[in-house]
């Protein structure tokens, strides 16, 4: 007996989600080139740290900071959108499991991204306005502009995953209080 079409165009388009683990890949390989990265700067810092200085060891350690917030980021990405949208991990008694994992959906995932690019777009205007002397105001305004863009987007997308998640939870109280009556 053949299964009928539409249960094996339902099962197709299912299946279409494994088409993203070799994006969650590609993700894994370009933290490895962060880690290298990392390394290599960590290198330059020690090797030279005798003859920087306080300035230009401040930006090379705000730099570090940036490439594991970047690393933090994939992190998120690569586990959270793995678990959210192609397959569970299995990981509830695994004793490293992060904390947020088991309470990660699709909106929670993007308030968390948001954050952390906050977190990111702040140390690189660190950065500018320890730099700002050899800068352009223009440059200087755009970073500040695109950091409260930022900033406004991730006040947006908590306030939209808050309102749906209150929305969800009225709707499931409401159904509740139907079949008690």
């Given at each position: 007996?053949?299964?009928?079409?539409p249960?094996?165009?339902?099962?197709l388009?299912?299946?279409s989600?494994?088409?993203q683990?070799?994006?969650?890949?590609?993700?894994?390989?370009?933290?490895?080139?962060?880690v290298?990265?990392?390394v290599?700067?960590?290198?330059?810092?020690?090797?030279?740290?005798?003859?920087?200085?306080?300035?230009?060891?401040?930006?090379?350690?705000l730099?570090?900071?940036?490439?594991?917030?970047?690393?933090?980021?994939?992190?998120?990405?690569?586990?959270?959108?793995?678990?959210?949208?192609?397959?569970?991990?299995?990981?509830?008694?695994?004793?490293?499991?992060?904390?947020?994992l088991?309470?990660?959906?699709?909106?929670?995932?993007?308030?968390?991204l948001?954050?952390?690019?906050?977190?990111i777009?702040?140390?690189?205007?660190?950065?500018?306005?320890?730099?700002?002397?050899?800068?352009?105001?223009?440059?200087?305004?755009?970073?500040v502009?695109?950091?409260?863009?930022f900033?406004v987007?991730?006040?947006?997308?908590?306030?939209?995953?808050?309102?749906?998640?209150?929305?969800?939870?009225?709707?499931?109280?409401?159904q509740?209080?139907?079949?008690e009556h």
């Open positions: 007996m053949q299964p009928s079409p249960r094996t165009l339902g099962s388009i299912f299946l989600r494994w088409l683990a070799p994006l969650y890949f590609g993700l894994i390989v370009a933290q490895g080139v962060y290298y990265r990392f290599l700067e960590l290198w330059h810092l020690v090797l030279g740290a005798a003859a920087l200085t306080e300035p230009q060891i401040m930006l090379m350690v730099g570090l900071i940036d490439v594991v917030m970047i690393a933090n980021l994939l992190i998120m990405v690569i586990v959270g959108g793995y678990e959210t949208f192609v397959s569970r991990l299995n990981l509830e008694d695994h004793p490293d499991q992060p904390e947020w088991s309470h990660v959906n699709a909106g929670a995932l993007k308030v968390k948001a954050t952390a690019l906050i977190g777009s702040s140390i690189r205007l660190l950065q500018t306005f320890i730099e700002s002397d050899s800068l352009s105001d223009r440059k200087i305004f755009w970073q502009m695109i950091h409260l863009t900033v987007s991730a006040f947006m997308l908590a306030w939209t995953d808050r309102v749906a998640t209150a929305s969800a939870a009225s709707a499931k109280a409401l509740q209080a139907r079949v």
